[in-house]
């Protein structure tokens, strides 16, 4: 099984990432993840969305080629996005308009909200809200809400931390094996209904 992180702020080596990575060792820990992947918006890589991605022979969508095949191969993403003027980056609201059904369409994703402060609930309230219409994204209902940031996450083991850090990392590895066991049964469930990926309606209302 591949879960493959999105790592939505702009920021190099920026706290999400940061969170990134600690996700990232936490799922190369689970017995039945064999890949992990990551794709990290630090430095804002994806061009704006424009339509000549559709046409064909279209440099644009060669560019973002791997992008797309990263996403394409994995079973469960990770959506990690900071909360910044109370909203999710825009970086990262563009890289969503370029997935579709046949990159993430009927894959789970676990939403990661990552504040400086107290806050990071908006980005999850924000994304279970859109970005799933035509991508065929499927939110699972256990999320993670990162809260002061600065002072959690900042070694790879699940057992360290004190007070807050440690129950958020108990709660991270329940959230870990909710997505895994998502990712399993939607696996079998495009395997057997391959029409699912291929439908007619292509764009959801």
């Known amino acids: 099984m591949k879960i493959t992180l999105i790592v939505g702020s702009h920021q190099q080596d920026s706290q999400s990432h940061k969170v990134g990575k600690y996700l990232q060792h936490q799922f190369f820990e689970h017995a039945e993840v064999d890949d992990v992947g990551m794709v990290d918006l630090g430095g804002n890589p994806i061009p704006l969305w424009d339509s000549t991605y559709w046409q064909e022979n279209s440099a644009l969508k060669e560019h973002l080629k791997p992008y797309m095949e990263e996403l394409a191969t994995a079973d469960g993403l990770v959506i990690i996005s900071p909360e910044w003027a109370g909203m999710v980056p825009g970086g990262l609201k563009n890289f969503m308009l370029y997935w579709s059904q046949e990159t993430t369409g009927h894959k789970p994703a676990m939403l990661v909200g990552v504040s400086g402060g107290i806050n990071g609930a908006y980005p999850i309230s924000e994304l279970r809200h859109s ?21 959690m996450m900042n070694d790879l083991d699940a057992k360290g931390g004190e007070g ?12 870990i094996d909710c997505l895994v066991a998502y990712a399993k049964a939607f696996k079998t469930m495009r395997e057997t209904t391959p029409d699912l990926i291929k439908e007619k309606y292509p764009f959801g209302m």
């Open 131 to 151: 970005g799933y219409k035509n991508s065929k994204i499927v939110y699972t209902p256990e999320h993670l809400i990162v809260r002061n940031v600065a002072d």
């Open 164 to 175: 807050h850090d440690q129950s958020l990392r108990e709660r991270t590895s329940h959230a």
